[in-house]
């Protein structure tokens, strides 16, 4: 049972424009949430993070965006740099407890 | 600030043969998980430490996955005998405190292969 789901397996866009990254989840107890960037050969390494008690989140370029009811977020980078490719992961953690459960990760690329 | 140490990068070894890998958290961390990423998917959660305690191993294939703690700090995950199906990268992360809900640092991890 996939508890955190990321439906597009790979997303091309191009430089300086908006790169949108979607994430679903079906445990209504996870209450924390974040996004990791993987670059290969490497370990995943965090990016942002959004509580529960928030709907939106920014960090410079990068703004996570989370909808309860629709037990939906996203990760908005804007503008897109080479740089920004790599695979995201979306993870997700319950009420006390920091396991993390991970998506299967979208592969952006940033095209010049 | 050192990050989350890892050793080996690269395994190769014949289904049946045992494997140990090793985990050096950051410096303070009180919680150490292991994760294993099968290429295509999300890590997955193998086991959780709250200092030398264990926090949970459901997910852990305990007739042939072992870990241990020791005196709160470095880590190794032992596959006794591995299965061509244990082929993935092992990860480690430490993170802070589960109170904190702090985010975990990960390191390169250990590419296992199993043929």
């Known amino acids: 049972d996939q508890q955190v789901k990321q439906n597009s397996p790979s997303l091309s866009v191009q430089e300086g424009r908006i790169s949108i990254l979607n994430c679903d989840y079906t445990n209504s107890m996870f209450d924390y949430f974040l996004w990791y960037k993987k670059y290969p050969a490497e370990g995943p390494t965090f990016l942002i993070s959004?509580?529960?008690?928030?709907d939106k989140n920014e960090d410079g370029r990068f703004t996570v965006f989370l909808n309860k009811s629709a037990k939906h977020l996203s990760l908005h980078i804007v503008p897109s740099q080479p740089g920004d490719s790599a695979v995201y992961f979306c993870a997700a953690s319950p009420i006390g407890n920091e396991k993390l459960t991970f998506g299967t990760g979208t592969r952006l690329t940033i095209i010049p | 600030e050192a990050g989350v140490a890892q050793s080996p990068r690269y395994k190769i070894i014949e289904k049946r043969q045992s494997v140990a890998f090793w985990c050096n958290p950051i410096s303070g961390h009180a919680t150490l998980y292991w994760y294993q990423q099968i290429l295509g998917q999300g890590p997955k959660l193998l086991i959780q430490?709250?200092?030398?305690?264990?926090?949970?191993d459901s997910q852990l294939p305990k007739d042939r996955f072992s870990a241990e703690r020791l005196k709160g700090v470095d880590s190794t995950l032992k596959i006794q005998p591995a299965k061509l199906e244990d082929s993935a990268v092992y990860l480690c992360?430490?993170?802070?405190?589960?109170?904190?809900?702090?985010?975990?640092?990960f390191g390169q991890g250990t590419r296992l292969t199993v043929v």
């Open positions: 430490f709250q200092n030398n305690g264990v926090v949970d």
């Open positions: 992360a430490s993170s802070l405190s589960p109170s904190l809900r702090t985010e975990a640092f």
């Open positions: 959004i509580s529960s008690i928030k």
